[in-house]
């Protein structure tokens, strides 16, 4: 008796699930086409985008080229005025001071302060008990998540004449200050420096947390100490979060305000005014809201500027 034999249809036919005999079935996915069923449910998500952020940005944007105010002609009826606005900017010495001031402000509580304190703190804790790094974290987060206001009053009482600072300074026979009066963009700057290096201090923690312990134990056994392994082994691989703790921490030093104006006011004598006090002073106190957002968009360019310089600082391979 012959074995049975398989049919034509059996020899012929395609497997459905493979594909084999014909081309083959392409798997479609929720992503693969937007139809407008799947479009409805992320209406009312774009519309807020749109509203809330698209609109005033494009408003800003037309605002910066008006002469848009609370009150005279402006408000009465706006007009448009090209240039003019970024014009008057320019050939301002006030707006000179404020960009001095605003550049001295970052470099010293941001590129300086933040950052350095908090890869110090990052490096203290790394090899410190576990209860010391429980107390510097619970300090130092403690003032990072305070409100603004809250810890900028907290920091005038502290430089003020009967404040903390001169009774510390009586206390072990130095002559008392005034700093918020005779350097207050030093003042405001260690009050940034007070507050936001907790940031800084988590993002190296993490970093440092990342390279491996097997790195530093070659380069120990090769004869490095530890400032040699520090800057020829941690550092470097350390380059793309001080470039991104850089960046993050300069954008929000540069539009820091409720800080420095519960402190000084951005003076005594505007200085201590930086950017943002200057846009605010000339559009809310004296009413021009087309020169004041001209200001601000200056600001962004320089925010712009920064981010780009930080960029330049990543690995190529952490560029794409």
Do not use: C
């Amino acid at each position: 008796m012959s074995a049975p034999t398989a049919t034509q249809s059996q020899i012929h036919r395609p497997d459905a699930a493979s594909g084999e005999g014909g081309p083959p079935r392409q798997n479609r996915t929720i992503g693969d086409r937007l139809t407008f069923g799947r479009a409805v449910p992320m209406v009312p998500a774009l519309s807020l985008l749109v509203l809330f952020m698209a609109g005033p940005i494009l408003y800003s944007l037309w605002l910066a080229f008006t002469d848009s105010a609370i009150r005279g002609e402006g408000a009465a009826e706006t007009s448009f005025i090209g240039f003019e606005n970024f014009t008057d900017a320019f050939t301002d010495s006030q707006f000179w001071n404020s960009v001095g001031l605003t550049l001295v402000f970052t470099v010293v509580s941001a590129v300086i302060g933040q950052n350095l304190l908090g890869l110090f703190l990052a490096l203290l804790m790394e090899k410190a008990h576990r209860a010391v790094t429980f107390v510097i974290t619970a300090i130092v987060i403690a003032a990072w998540i305070l409100p603004e206001v809250v810890a900028g009053y907290l920091l005038y009482t502290f430089f003020a004449d009967e404040g903390s600072l001169n009774v510390i300074l009586e206390s072990i026979g130095l002559p008392q200050q005034d700093l918020l009066f005779s350097l207050p963009i030093l003042a405001v700057a260690f009050a940034n420096i007070w507050r936001g290096t907790a940031f800084s201090m988590l993002v190296y923690s993490a970093a440092l947390g990342s390279i491996s312990a097997e790195i530093q134990e070659s380069a120990s056994v090769d004869g490095a100490g530890p400032l040699r392994r520090f800057w020829s082994v941690t550092l470097p691989l350390l380059r793309p979060a001080v470039a991104t703790n850089l960046m993050l921490i300069t954008l929000q030093t540069l539009s820091v305000f409720g800080l420095i104006f519960i402190m000084t006011g951005g003076g005594p004598a505007q200085q201590s005014q930086t950017l943002p006090l200057y846009m605010y002073e000339q559009a809310f106190s004296y009413g021009q809201l087309g020169y004041g957002t001209a200001v601000a968009l200056l600001l962004l360019l320089i925010g712009a500027v920064a981010s780009i310089a930080y960029l330049r600082l990543l690995p190529e391979e952490d560029k794409r």
